[in-house]
């Protein structure tokens, strides 16, 4: 059996905060970071949304509330392992990942590869099973005005047992 399971997330860039995205730092033209309850890495967000509605377990907020203390300023990649975690407990696996991350600055093509690799080991899979796509939107909307990166994820689940 396969599910498939979609997600999105975003957050503003705001000067004075780290930007964290597909679980490495990148560091922005004018010094800008996302802003978040934890270190606010869009594309892992997505990622775990993504799985978590694959294996209908509901979303991020549900299972890392931005209200609960413990979850301030974490590392998304344990938020990640520990998605990975909840839908192997209900039987599954990941099959593959893709991602799109829209953002005009920084440029993420250069780093893609490493993230591909930081995700797959987190999730305790191949990086051939993870692809990671940037775009810009040209200028248009809270992306194009370089308020806020955005990211999209589709994930393939098989049922394991």
Not at 28 to 35: I, N, S, Y
Not at 88 to 106: L, M, R, S, Y
Request: charge should be negative; glycine fraction near 10%; include cysteine.
């Amino acid at each position: 059996m396969f599910r498939i399971g979609l997600g999105y997330d975003v957050h503003q860039l705001v000067a004075g905060r780290e930007l964290w995205l597909g679980g490495i730092k990148l560091v922005h033209p004018e010094g800008k970071g996302l802003l978040g309850h934890s270190d606010a890495d869009v594309l892992i967000h997505a990622i775990c949304d993504a799985m978590l509605g694959a294996a209908n377990l509901r979303d991020i907020g549900f299972h890392f509330p931005d209200k609960d203390p413990k979850y301030h300023n974490i590392d998304s990649k344990i938020l990640l392992k520990e998605t990975n975690r909840l839908i192997h407990e209900k039987g599954f696996t990941v099959g593959n990942i893709d991602a799109t991350v829209c953002a005009e600055q920084p440029k993420i093509n250069p780093h893609i590869t490493e993230m591909q690799q930081v995700l797959a080991n987190c999730l305790e899979t191949d990086s051939e099973n993870v692809s990671i796509k940037a775009t810009t939107t040209e200028k248009l909307g809270f992306t194009g005005r370089e308020e806020g990166i955005s990211a999209y994820a589709i994930v393939l689940l098989e049922k394991i047992y």
